[in-house]
């Protein structure tokens, strides 16, 4: 599956990406050729065979939470680059709401 010239520039615009007439080119042919190779996947053989999102048999890999005392000298320091502190920590925007 090709895409065209101007099927990028949209997807670029989707994007917000602005392209050069160089960089459109090469993606022209970088996006048709990816296509290209996920029809192939498509037409592979897979039935019997069980879906998985990963093969190793690891699922939750985590460590423990510890906390680890820092010098008070070097903490000072990095709390005095922060734009915003409040009780010793770097205050930040909401990630969520």
């Known amino acids: 599956m090709s895409l065209s010239k101007e099927e990028v520039e949209k997807i ?4 917000r990406l602005g392209l050069t007439e160089e960089e459109k080119e090469k993606f022209t042919t970088q996006l048709s050729s990816i ?13 019997g065979v069980e879906p998985s999102a990963q093969v190793t048999g690891l699922e ?7 906390v680890e005392e820092t010098d ?4 000072d320091k990095l709390l005095k ?10 205050k930040t925007k909401a990630v969520f709401e």
Do not use: C, G
């Open 60 to 66: 939750n890999v985590m460590r423990e939470d510890s």
């Open 35 to 47: 296509l290209d190779y996920v029809e192939q996947l498509k037409e592979v053989k897979t039935d």
């Open 81 to 90: 680059q922060a734009p915003k502190t409040e009780d010793d920590l770097i």
């Open 72 to 75: 008070k000298e070097v903490r």
């Open 12 to 15: 670029a615009i989707l994007a």
